[in-house]
């Protein structure tokens, strides 16, 4: 079955970095977008970032505006790993992390936790 399995979250201060990742199983990692939702506290879900296939899309990156120039997606298919590499980070990017398969998400992982606090 299908399986999406996060890891490396924790607490950094601000301005720290921190890479979460993602293991992904049971499917054809090479034939599907993947992505990071995020969910800070008491807020809603949010886009992180995407990264398209490698057949066509060539590893092409999404990412949302306030994570330009600080974040970056990565995949490895010969892994089926995905990758999310955060750098400069603010409190306010403080939250539970979801790698999740699809643009429109069939699949998502049980979350890992980004804290960003002095």
């Known amino acids: 079955q299908v399986q999406l399995v996060e890891s490396g979250g924790g607490l950094v201060p601000p301005g720290g970095s921190l890479t979460v990742s993602c293991a992904a199983s049971g499917f054809t990692f090479n034939n599907f977008y993947m992505g990071w939702v995020r969910q800070a506290p008491g807020k809603g879900l949010e886009w992180v970032s995407v990264?398209?296939?490698?057949?066509?899309?060539?590893?092409?990156?999404y990412y949302r505006d306030s994570v330009k120039g600080r974040f970056t997606i990565s995949r490895d298919n010969a892994k089926n790993t995905v990758h999310l590499q955060m750098n400069s980070l603010k409190p306010e990017d403080t939250g539970l992390y979801y790698c999740?398969?699809?643009?429109?998400?069939?699949?998502w992982g049980k979350g890992t936790l980004v804290t960003v606090a002095s």
């Open positions: 999740v398969r699809g643009v429109g998400i069939d699949y």
């Open positions: 990264i398209k296939f490698g057949r066509f899309g060539g590893g092409t990156t």
